[in-house]
């Protein structure tokens, strides 16, 4: 990603900010894609994200692109839009974005933003409106048979346990597998290393204007970027001839953090199932020769984490805390920072199925032996407060995990399991957080059943 700016001598109003427009879009021969955007008069913005494109690309003129690469534009711009969070929506030439495409929209510059709205304390959640036709209330689940079966499949690579699970249950299907990045990362880079499978990477430059902006008083804070690496990747597929892509986002994932103005503010709302029907809505609506979806959606992060730890190959190829993913390079850590939710709640939920001595050595330290970690592995059960604003997983897991540890010889004399066993457990219905329901598939996913038998292999369910 671009190199954030340095600092403005001018202050940024938002409340001067009485607009958002899209101006234009495309994409040339050699992969660039440019997409143009406009802060009220005079702040104009150009995003490019240097797509991997096969021999003889030519830039597409003949506009069989056109619906992936308007919806990326109109996805992609919440990144600028919630600097100010202007109530007025305007394109620059070119379709404007059907019902679907409008539903899709409304919910990531609004629900998508919750967190963003909470956490700088505004009034409300900001609402726009993207256009004069009603917008359907979402994408119907369709029944099995449906849809043409997958065949060739690209899976987005981001480094975590939650790839690697993908990759193999994708592996296991049988079908042609290509794996996707956006940008080489260590551990994005090691984990397809690991795979041996043909990667295509991507790369994102934000405006650097942003940056100046965010430093001069711009609203700043979480956007829905997963519905922005899907639909880079929905692209990046249709370039090169896959049919599916298949995300690897689990059905914890759609579990809310609080309620703010009236709705459950999730951190991950992107990853979610009601977000990946609206965009597979708005990606039907656009005839787009490809297929999004969640290959794992059926499974929660501890049936995943479980699945993973049989994964030895990958164990030290992955490293799932976001501070080594942060864009400012002098924010940016190498390695497990072993202080943030994501470090504490991957650790919790591989736990009850790694040796205590392995489990350490990946991380660089044991943590459910130190009991400054208390309050932190605590707040993963929502004790004392809500569920941390990370890509964490339900509550009920958290305590599941923490059942499965209280009852392990192998780490029930751990200090922080002889705490959470002792002072979160006792507070909570025996019937809470239930290991064998939480580790169960569940039936409200819209994978097809030639991808789920690899995720019932993989998963061991």
């Known amino acids: 990603m671009q190199m954030p700016a340095s600092q403005p001598t001018v202050a940024f109003d938002p409340a001067a900010i009485g607009s958002f427009r899209f101006l234009s879009r495309d994409v040339d021969p050699s992969g660039t894609v440019t997409l143009r955007y406009a802060l009220g008069e005079d702040l104009e913005f150009a995003e490019r994200i240097v797509l991997p494109v096969p021999p003889g690309f030519d830039g597409d003129p003949g506009g069989a692109l056109d619906g992936l690469l308007s919806l990326l534009h109109w996805v992609a711009g919440v990144s600028y839009y919630k600097a100010a969070l202007p109530p007025e929506i305007g394109y620059g030439p070119g379709p404007e974005p059907g019902p679907a ?62 790839s690697a699970v993908a990759i193999e249950a994708v592996r296991r299907s049988g079908l042609e597998t290509v794996l996707f990045s956006i940008g080489d990362a260590a551990p994005i880079a090691r984990t397809a290393e690991v795979a041996g499978l043909p990667r295509l990477i991507a790369r994102r430059e934000l405006d650097p204007l942003l940056f100046e902006l965010n430093a001069a008083g711009a609203i700043n804070g979480h956007v829905p970027v997963t519905a922005i690496v899907t639909c880079v990747a929905m692209l990046t597929a249709a370039i090169h001839g896959l049919d599916t892509v298949a995300m690897a986002n689990e059905r914890s994932a759609s579990a809310g953090n609080l309620r ?33 979806l969640s290959v794992l959606r059926p499974a929660s992060e501890l049936a995943i984490a479980r699945a993973f730890a049989a994964l030895p190959q990958y164990h030290r190829a992955f490293t799932s805390c976001n501070a080594i993913f942060r864009i400012d390079p002098a924010l940016r850590a190498s390695s497990w920072c072993r202080d943030c939710p994501k470090c504490r709640f991957v650790y919790l939920a591989m736990a009850p199925f790694t040796e205590p001595a392995h489990l350490a050595e990946i991380f660089g330290a044991d943590l459910l032996a130190d009991e400054a970690q208390y309050e932190g592995f605590a707040l993963l059960a929502a004790s004392g407060g809500h569920k941390p604003f990370e890509c964490v997983g339900e509550e009920q897991e958290s305590i599941a995990a923490i059942r499965l540890l209280a009852a392990d010889e192998r780490w029930r004399d ?20 239930d290991p064998q329901r939480v580790l169960a598939l569940s039936d409200e996913h819209d994978v097809p059943e030639v991808l789920m038998d690899g995720v019932r292999a993989v998963l061991a369910a």
């Open 414 to 433: 751990h200090a922080v399991v002889r705490r959470l066993a002792a002072e979160v457990l006792p507070s909570r219905p025996a019937a809470e957080g």
């Open 101 to 162: 495409a409008v539903a899709l929209l409304e919910a990531l510059y609004s629900e998508g933003l919750g967190e963003l709205a909470y956490v700088n304390r505004l009034p409300e959640l900001p609402r726009p409106r993207f256009g004069r036709t009603q917008a359907p209330a979402g994408r119907p689940v369709a029944a099995a048979g449906d849809a043409v079966p997958p065949r060739r499949v690209l899976v987005p690579v981001g480094g975590g346990k939650d």
């Open 260 to 292: 703010f103005d009236g709705v459950e503010v999730n951190h991950q709302y992107s990853k979610g199932l009601a977000a990946e029907r609206l965009l597979g809505a708005a990606v039907d609506e656009a005839g787009a020769p490809v297929r999004q």
